[in-house]
């Protein structure tokens, strides 16, 4: 059996981060595979504790892939460094090389947002259009589907579709770099630099008006 379920945050109290953590607390999941275009700190933050809670007891033994990008300096070096440390975790980053060498201004943008839950008998995916940010994940307008069969009986043509995503997956990562601590420290230099903070890249994080600006946070000025 199939189950299609949507998200059409934030009405009705629906969020990405409520569907994740309901997709995982079910049960059946051995492995977790995320793809999204980039990571804040609030949002890893939150993410990580939605899983951590929903898993209990079998966060450690779930194994876990981030695939993300280093596109226009979005993604927050020390989101990076949180995912690097979570239990199971091994993080990629896509075109990571190129990027490096052209400022991190990509030759074809990366910007899946893409959750991929499978187990012995359970396969299920989610597609969005949030980010990995705190407003992505809880407060900002984004919409999704699930399709999750939780049954090795269940739909064929469903699980076709998920094994399709599955295979893209294991393509994008194999293609992959992993964020060893030189491609780490070379992506902070340039998140650093001077001239990415006084003109940023805006995220979902940012805030037109907040007072308690960080790296790669807007300025009213800026918008």
Known sequence: MAIIEAVAQPYKDSSVRKLVGSVLQAGGIANLDVAAAYVTTGGVRDLLR???LALAGQNQSVKKRWLVAFDYCRSEPLALDMLLKAPSSLVRIHDANVLLRQHCIPSRPFHPKTFIFTGPSRKAVFC?????SR????TGHEVGLLLDSQSALGDAHARGKISVLGKWYEKMWAEATILSPHIASKYKEIYESTPNL????PTDDDELGKLDLGNNALTPLDL
């Open 50 to 52: 939605t899983v951590q």
């Open 128 to 132: 969005g259009s949030g980010n990995i």
């Open 135 to 138: 407003s992505g994940l809880n």
């Open 198 to 201: 006084n003109h940023p890249t």
